[in-house]
């Protein structure tokens, strides 16, 4: 099997009333982990591109929020690994992953924020941080919100 390697940002939203931004994945759209677990949004750096543009980019794309006049913090680095079956191709993978998560303050409270998810995602919420422990997570969204202290 090949293994591939991905650069990935992510991004926990924060609104100015404390929620959590959450989606859920589009069944059958890709991705690495399960259709049913809620993520933060992120995805790949392209070639030529800086984190933080990658990062408003892919927020943007995903979810229609604009996080480019938000503070935004790096939060810390991850590393994960797990199989994948490419779109374009149909090959199995192993993709080696490499997480640069940020934290993005909102200055709007979550019910004035516009949502416009796009094909990858069938859902999503703005959840309080006492929601979070009863919410199926992915596990990278697990090890973020524990790093954050909003998980034990």
Not at 15 to 24: E, R
Request: hydrophobic share 35%; net charge negative; charged share 30%.
């Amino acid at each position: 099997m090949r293994t591939i390697e991905r650069d990935i940002v992510g991004a926990v939203i924060i609104s100015k009333d404390g929620k959590v931004f959450l989606a859920k994945k589009t069944p059958k759209t890709g991705g690495i982990y399960s259709d049913d677990c809620w993520h933060v949004p992120g995805g790949g750096i392209e070639q030529g591109e800086s984190k933080e543009v990658a990062l408003v980019r892919e927020v943007n794309e995903e979810t229609g929020i604009d996080i480019s006049s938000a503070k935004i913090e790096f939060i810390g680095e991850d590393r994960g690994e797990s199989e994948k079956t490419l779109r374009e191709s149909g090959e199995r993978v192993l993709v080696k992953m490499h997480f640069y998560n940020y934290k993005a303050s909102l200055s709007k409270n979550s019910e004035e924020i516009e949502v416009k998810l796009n094909a990858e995602f069938s859902e999503s919420r703005w959840a309080t941080i006492a929601d979070l422990p009863n919410l199926k997570l992915t596990p990278p969204s697990v090890g973020l919100f524990t790093h954050l202290g909003y998980l034990k």
